[in-house]
């Protein structure tokens, strides 16, 4: 039994995203203890009433702070190899991210890295990378391969995924990204790639059982909105669930497609349409934003995140940890950003990692609320109000973190 805390965010309700009002409206408790038995939460609600829920003994644990329920951050490219630090240089020179990736930077420099490095190597460093994120509150963690484009790189990337799951004290979500880019042996024949993708490399995955879902990243230039419609609806064959990376830099269409395909999540939007807007609002689909990225690449713009809102739609944030565009192990970072840059309040952004994160993976029934039958995963902030876990930018506040009912060791 967790007691002590100032404050605890239950985030209790229906276990399903919350859209458009009620991402605001989170609950808020003091004097609360948390009672949990094995790796689920049993009960939480006033100290007083303790007695009344449990009799005998309890192993009381008592905490400084702000409980929370565990992060979940819903979109990261964890499994890489070096630091980009000459893209990061160049574009600091001027020179864009697209005109960087077509010089030979960029994500390519990553798939070479990640095809030559052995599995040991690119193990260790993501483990250090991921325990940086739950160090940060992110108790679960959705990683993404994409880095490899051939099958046995995929294949190793979800293989370092599976055994860090197993070993780290978060839970890690794999997703399949072999639709990252278009590999330079397929630059002449793309469409030799997207039925590669097609009839061998997501059969392989799915057969393997190696991760929950695909993403593409649909963009201009990348993979447009028709190759993109044709591996998720490939992806959905094999029993994964879809998301994709959708109007990233250049609008087109990917945010309809997300709605049309039924997809967990729509992610970055910087450039969404406004019927793409409309499309998320009326679907189940969660947008997921992330605001770091459109910071590091030093854009002055961001996703519509208000309007998103406003508009009725389930919206999500993420760090998008990856090493082109979003270098950052820091959740509460991104909770910051969310208020500075895109215009939501306090309630909303903790709404945004918890609940409607939980639902961009399809957890959502029983991940992101401390509620009881809910998985025992929480965050104790070390402040005396829950909105400071946003406002102490860029300072992790974080103090502990609990999985399935344990404590993570420091
Ligand atoms: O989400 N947009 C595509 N993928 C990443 C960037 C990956 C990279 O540059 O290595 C993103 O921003
Ligand atoms: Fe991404």
């Not at 689920?40 to 829920?53: C, K, L, N, T, Y």
């Not at 799951?165 to 330079?184: D, I, M, R, S, Y």
């Not at 591996?231 to 029993?239: D, E, K, S, V």
Request: glycine residues 10%; charged residues 20%.
């Amino acid at each position: 039994m967790l007691v002590g805390a100032r404050q605890v965010v239950t985030c209790r309700g229906p276990a399903r995203a919350r859209r458009g009002r009620e991402m605001a409206e989170i609950e808020v408790l003091r004097d609360a203890a948390v009672l949990i038995d094995g790796d689920r939460i049993a009960w939480v609600g006033p100290r007083a009433d303790v007695g009344a829920q449990h009799a005998g003994p309890l192993r009381e644990v008592e905490v400084n702070g702000v409980l929370f329920p565990g992060f979940i951050d819903c979109h990261t490219h964890g499994v890489f190899g070096a630091p980009r630090l000459d893209d990061h240089e160049r574009r600091a020179l001027g020179v864009d991210y697209r005109a960087i990736a077509a010089a030979g930077g960029g994500i390519l420099q990553s798939v070479r890295d990640v095809r030559a490095r052995p599995e040991a190597e690119l193990e260790a460093l993501t483990r250090a990378r991921l325990a940086a994120l739950l160090a940060g509150g992110s108790t679960t963690i959705e990683v993404k391969s994409g880095y490899g484009l051939e099958l046995e790189a995929e294949l190793k990337q979800l293989r370092v995924i599976k055994t860090l799951g197993e070993e780290l004290c978060a839970t890690l979500v794999p997703t399949f990204l072999g639709a990252h880019e278009v590999p330079p042996e397929y630059r002449s024949k793309r469409a030799d790639y997207v039925q590669l993708l097609c009839e061998e490399m997501i059969p392989a995955v799915s057969r393997e059982g190696l991760a929950r879902s695909c993403d593409v990243f649909c963009e201009p230039g990348v993979f447009s909105v028709q190759e993109s419609r044709q591996i998720l609806t490939a992806a959905r064959r094999h029993g994964l669930t879809v998301k994709l990376h959708a109007d990233e830099l250049e609008g087109s269409g990917g945010a309809e497609l997300a709605a049309e395909l039924g997809a967990l999540s729509a992610d970055h939007l910087a450039a969404i349409s406004d019927p793409g807007i409309r499309a998320l609002a009326a679907s189940d689909t969660v947008a997921v934003l992330l605001p770091a990225t459109m910071i590091f690449l030093g854009k002055r713009s961001q996703a519509p995140g208000r309007r998103l809102i406003d508009a009725g739609a389930a919206v999500a944030l993420a760090t998008d940890f990856n090493p082109g565009t979003s270098p950052t192990m820091s959740l509460p970072l991104v909770m910051t950003l969310g208020v500075s840059q895109l215009g939501l309040r306090h309630a909303e952004v903790v709404t945004g990692v918890t609940i409607n994160a939980a639902a961009a993976l399809g957890l959502a029934a029983d991940r992101g609320q401390i509620a009881a039958g809910y998985v025992a995963d929480l965050v104790l902030a070390a402040v005396d109000d829950w909105r400071e876990v946003a406002y102490w930018m860029g300072t992790d506040v974080v103090s502990a973190v609990w999985t399935a009912g344990s404590a993570c060791p420091a």
